[in-house]
Nanobody, 127 residues
Framework: QGQLVESGGGSVHPGGSLRLSCTTS????????IGWFRQAPGKEREAVSC????????NYAESVKGRFTIFRDSAENTVYLQMSSLKPEDTAVYYC????????????????????WGQGTQVTVSS
């Protein structure tokens, strides 16, 4: 069974930057897309960004557009989320997830589209 491992979380001041990594391994077949989600305390999990592996199309939540960038290093089976101009409201546990089966690109933000999840990495933005 495949797995996803996130890393790169930490604590930063507002305006700072972080780069999250998600490394996949052990999958016997490819996946359609890989997404980043986040969950803040007391809130529901929300979609942050998605990269469609088949066509390279990226999607972003409105709240992070222009500040976050998702990109992939296929040679290392790693997808990154570059986060800049971080705000306190970006504080959350960030998860990556892969979509292997019933993939609908127009529903990239729906967590039910994703089949495997990482364990999460904490991002804290505070002064």
């Amino acid at each position: 069974q495949g797995q996803l491992v996130e890393s790169g979380g930490g604590s930063v001041h507002p305006g700072g930057s972080l780069r999250l990594s998600c490394t996949t391994s052990g999958f016997s077949s490819g996946y359609y897309a890989i997404g980043w989600f986040r969950q803040a305390p007391g809130k529901e999990r929300e979609a942050v960004s998605c990269l469609s592996v088949t066509d390279g199309i990226t999607n972003y939540a409105e709240s992070v557009k222009g500040r976050f960038t998702i990109f992939r290093d296929s040679a290392e089976n790693t997808v990154y989320l570059q986060m800049s101009s971080l705000k306190p409201e970006d504080t959350a546990v960030y998860y990556c997830a892969t979509a292997h089966y019933n993939w609908w690109p127009t529903r990239w933000f729906d967590s039910h589209m994703y089949d495997y999840w990482g364990q999460g990495t904490q991002v804290t933005v505070s002064s």
